[in-house]
Structures are given as structure tokens and as C-alpha cells.
């Protein structure tokens, strides 16, 4: 799983998502790592997507995370089409507010959870399966 906690996720929706996450760990044993710009550990250490191994963590209810910083997917698509064969697929907890270039590598794996604008997602997101969850909250 990758979590979106750039700046334009509030401490609420980021709350929203380690409920989800919770809730599908009851279920499922996965990996988590953080991104803005970046991927990130959330603990203030980056990662390029060729040592994107070293940010991921077993997801646990309460992980304090510092949020903010721009958002940028490119770096998620680009450590996924380097690792996808060792994982089943790559579910991505955002609100949608970026793009990205590069086209990810079985896109029917790629599964984007999102908390936003359908109008601007649509246009942005080209690959992989959408998920509109409720409103996020304010």
C-alpha cells in the first residue's frame, strides 16, 4: 500500500485511511510505504525508487507520520514497475492531487483509493482501477 501524506492530506483523512487500513489488516498481511514527493518512511527519511525497499513498514494502527510536502506519483509508479512481480498488487490511498508520467507495468494490479475530485482524477489517472471512497473529511 502506498499512503499519500503530502500537504494537502489533513490529519483527518490521513485518520481515514489507517482505518481502512486497519480494517483490511484483519484480512490480509501488507506492506506500507509513505509518499509526497517523494517515497518516504514518514519518519523525515526519503527514498528514490531504487531503494524504495528501505521505506517499506508493516502497517500499524497509530503510525505517527509527519504530512506535507508537494505531491508527485511518478516515483510510486517507478518503484512499482520495479518490485510488482514480488507483490499481488499496489493499492494507492490518495486524495488524487498530482499526475505522473510514466506508465505503470500491469496497470490491471495498480488500484487507486481516492479521496477527491472524480472530474480531476479521471483526467490524471489514465491506469489501474478507481476507487471513489465517500467525501473525505474536512
Known amino acids: 500500500f502506498a499512503v499519500d501524506i503530502s500537504g494537502s492530506i489533513n490529519r483527518p483523512l490521513y485518520n481515514r485511511y489507517c482505518e481502512h487500513l486497519n480494517n483490511m489488516k484483519r484480512h490480509a498481511s501488507f506492506d506500507v510505504f509513505f509518499f509526497n514527493s517523494s517515497i518516504t518512511d ?16 508493516q502497517f500499524k494502527l497509530g ?8 505531491t508527485d506519483f511518478e516515483p510510486v509508479i517507478l518503484f512499482w514497475n520495479r518490485v510488482n512481480r514480488k507483490y499481488d498488487g499496489l493499492f494507492i490511498f490518495t486524495d ?3 499526475s505522473y508520467s510514466t506508465e505503470p507495468k500491469d496497470k490491471k494490479s495498480v488500484n487507486w483509493i481516492i479521496y477527491g475530485s472524480k472530474d480531476y482524477v479521471d483526467k490524471n489517472m489514465r491506469h ?4 471513489y471512497m465517500n467525501e473525505a473529511p474536512k
Not at 42 to 57: C, Q, S, V
Not at 128 to 131: F, T
Open 128 to 131: 489501474g482501477n478507481k476507487y
Open 96 to 98: 488524487g492531487e498530482a
Open 42 to 57: 514518514g519518519r523525515g527519511h526519503y527514498f528514490n525508487p531504487d531503494n524504495g525497499e528501505k521505506a517499506l513498514r
Open 63 to 70: 503510525m505517527d507520520v509527519s504530512i506535507g510536502g508537494g
